[in-house]
């Protein structure tokens, strides 16, 4: 037992999509638990997997979740969705089903319709890196990130408690929060940034096509601004899909405030572009320092 | 006389604005000039430089620059224009204007009308960081950075090679470009992204004012794609002042931009919706592999 009355050294933990996230997951988790196991489709990430001692055994379907005592679904949102549709009858009573997809409301409605034996729990880890795949995955990925968890009808004290364990065990922070809350939280704070950076690079690099040579003055800001342009964008789609109508309220939202912007630019008033300017700076230091 | 043929060893050089940018070139120059004198209208920046020997003196007004062989204006681009109308009579036969302001037609207009005798060259160097202020000034800040520079009526070649000489002293690179040009190329690839990054802050502050606890789960993503709405708005209100006509242009393709994205999103078609961010995803990866 560890300092959470649950251990997890007895368990057994299936990964199922072993990206990124799942593959650094699986990092941090594997000398915690009784065996660690992994399900991809794509036969090179199954060997790599096999081959670094990430997981024991690799599997392309869900047999390997069948015998699990915990399932983590890292897959994109729109299939974690789907899994979790199908796998309700594959899991053993007592298991739990646990994701760490962006978007909780669908996958928290669809851990609802689950068997009632089975406990499940949704979770979504605050971080990443801008290169995804299983080779960029690395144990301390979550160290000291935001870890939220959305409870779900099949959240059981156990669930939550099992739940709780792997958060403290990749060295997260816990946040328990309600789904709907977090989705449209993330949308203002991690899917609006992908949508601005998306918008860079597509402005500047059609802009760029008609005169390479603007490339050449690209400095530290482009690439700062820009970074979240280069998201895997299978992952970025089931995103933006599954969280539609709280990301197109920032999408507007955004939009507005831009053309709020150009109104001022085009008034030419110094003095109430820089009142404008200082608000959006004084938000920016305000956000830092509550950060540190 | 160094390799260029032009001897900066014995020009006195006066810096006048004493930021981040001046006293970051004032450093970097300071041991390679006859001397360097600084102006700024801040008594404590004044103070500061001095006792870092960034400057062998320091004042208030334009006397310091009646002296030199080099002044470099470095102040918020509004200012830089006023001083290049107000300077000619005060400057020496001989003597070379020079300017590091973000935007450039307006200036290289401004240089065209300085007495004959006086030679003017204008600058743009792609650099910088988020703090502003002396305190963070340092000698490497142009180290390996582009540096722009645009001819003026008033480019004669001994004026284009002390420039010139300037950028290298610095570490810089230094690239000749059209005024006009530059100035549509930096709205794409500069002035964009901290008008991307600036809504962002507005629109997430905004949401969190009502909801605090939603900064708790901002990450590296809104860490970067922020970072620039923290830039000076005194700054900055002076380049999109100067360079509105395509600033505005960009503007308004960035949110033709986002409107695409959210009648993919309201579409709802997952194919449509990854090919553009495929597009997306592309660019951005694009301009890494030429950068590198």
Known sequence: ????????????????????????????????????????????????????????????????????????????????????????????????????????????????????????????????KAEAGLRHAEAALYEGAPFVLCRTERSTEVALSIAGAIVNAVGARMIVMDAGWHDRAVAFISHLPYALSAALALTAGTYAATDPLAWSLAASGFRDTSRLAGSDPLMMADILLTNADAVLETLDAARGSLEELSALIRRGDPEALIAYLERVQQIRHDWERQRS
């Open 1 to 128: 037992m560890d300092e959470d009355g649950f251990t997890l050294r007895d368990r057994t933990v299936c990964v199922v999509g072993l990206g990124l996230m799942g593959g650094s997951l699986a990092l941090a988790l594997r000398d915690r638990v009784a065996a660690l196991t992994g399900v991809d489709v794509d036969p090179v990430t199954r060997a790599a997997a096999l081959e670094r001692g990430i997981v024991s055994r690799a599997a392309d379907d869900l047999t390997l979740a069948r015998e699990a005592d915990v399932v983590v679904l890292a897959t994109p949102v729109r299939t974690i969705i789907r899994l979790v549709g199908e796998i309700g009858p594959f899991l053993r009573p007592g298991a739990l089903l646990f994701d760490i997809g962006s978007v909780k409301g669908p996958v928290v409605e669809a851990m609802n319709a689950l068997p009632e034996a089975v406990g499940a729990v949704g979770g979504h880890p605050m971080c990443g």
